[in-house]
């Protein structure tokens, strides 16, 4: 059957993404920060994202105010910070990766990097190779590289870490609720995800997923005040979910419904066979419409995709952008330098039948294009 928006387009975004009406519903109240009704519902989020992670009181959650970026300097500031003795390593194959290079250069945090291109994974023995380094701690590293929606290896890439006994921070932010992750058996300390990804809420906080013991020894080791990952943690817990400063309160009700339309849905491993279907189809429609995946099938996430231009003269990122706007898709654009590319999203409130609708209606974009 096909879905039919009640918004005047979906979006084929990696978030903000397309929400249901019953998250978009949950906004429609108004909620004090300090009400004991609304702290409640933040204790529930925390513990629904345990749950759901499938994760022991070994682990804590802390809500973030801000877009996944301010988690993930958060995670970056609070845990190495001030501690001179400390050296994060970043490995990256994709903006999201250099974004935490900046991350730890603007904090003034000691930190090496190594990468590979952007159309390839992360292997385990590049980090090997980097790990030669004894001076290292910390690593960081992204799950699926939203710049071209490349899935690296994370049980293979913890193993390595872990075996090493360094600090393991995961960038999942494109991969949490839409991909099972085995966190506690991977040894990963932090993991990072956001309210407006793959648990289908609305933009305004992102959270973190942290072991205790990474965590509870890093009290005053911030260097920030407001991204201070201890502190809000800490207000968290003995306050009962109070944050320590205005949360997006509207932001936070939907997310309580998501992740409740999550549950509904089957869980996360129902979810990851909803977005793959639809990558999958996505994928092999677009290349026999002429758009080549720049990443190997092999490599593909299931939330989003990377396409190579139409080899035509006449075809313009543009024209299709706002050929598709008007029969209700929002597309984006590629985040590549070196190569002419465009992505495609199918995560979100989505279903096959409107990639079918959206593939149908690249056909008739190339006609236009020639």
Request: aromatic fraction near 8%; glycine fraction near 8%; hydrophobic fraction near 40%.
């Amino acid at each position: 059957m096909k879905h039919i928006p009640d918004n005047d387009y979906l979006l084929l975004t990696p978030g903000p993404l397309s929400t249901s009406k019953r998250v978009r519903a949950a906004m429609l109240k108004d909620f004090c920060t300090w009400d004991s009704d609304y702290m409640q519902v933040v204790q529930e989020i925390r513990e629904s994202l345990l749950e759901i992670a499938s994760i022991s009181t070994n682990y804590t959650s802390i809500l973030m105010q801000g877009s996944g970026s301010y988690a993930i300097e958060s995670v970056i500031n609070t845990a190495l910070g001030k501690n001179k003795n400390a050296k994060l390593l970043v490995v990256e194959n994709g903006e999201y990766g250099r974004r935490i290079s900046q991350i730890a250069k603007r904090a003034d945090i000691a930190h090496t990097s190594v990468s590979v291109s952007e159309n390839a994974i992360i292997t385990p023995s590049l980090v090997e190779c980097a790990l030669e380094d004894r001076e290292i701690t910390h690593v960081a590293f992204v799950h699926c590289e939203t710049t071209t929606g490349i899935l690296n290896p994370l049980t293979s890439l913890c193993k390595v870490i872990k075996e090493r006994g360094k600090i393991l921070i995961v960038d999942a932010m494109s991969s949490f609720g839409g991909i099972p992750i085995d966190i506690e058996n991977l040894g990963i300390d932090f993991l990072i995800s956001s309210s407006n990804k793959c648990i289908q809420g609305v933009p305004g906080f992102a959270f973190i997923l942290a072991r205790i013991n990474a965590l509870q020894n890093l009290e005053g080791n911030a260097t920030s005040l407001a991204l201070d990952m201890y502190a809000q943690w800490e207000c968290m817990e003995r306050l009962g979910g109070k944050w320590r400063f205005t949360s997006p309160t509207h932001a936070v009700m939907a997310f309580r419904e998501a992740l409740r339309e999550l549950k509904d849905e089957g869980g996360i491993e129902a979810r990851h066979r909803r977005y793959s279907t639809m990558q999958r189809h996505l994928a092999s429609g677009m290349e026999e419409l002429g758009y080549p995946c720049y990443v190997d099938r092999a490599y593909h996430s299931p939330i989003i995709t990377t396409f190579c231009y139409l080899n035509s003269k006449n075809f313009s990122f543009e024209n299709l952008y706002a050929f598709l706007k008007q029969r209700g898709f929002v597309i984006y654009p590629g985040k590549l330098s070196k190569a002419d590319t465009f992505r495609l999203g199918n995560i979100g409130d989505l279903c096959l039948d409107d990639i079918k609708t959206l593939l149908g209606f690249v056909g008739e974009f190339n006609l236009v294009a020639g």
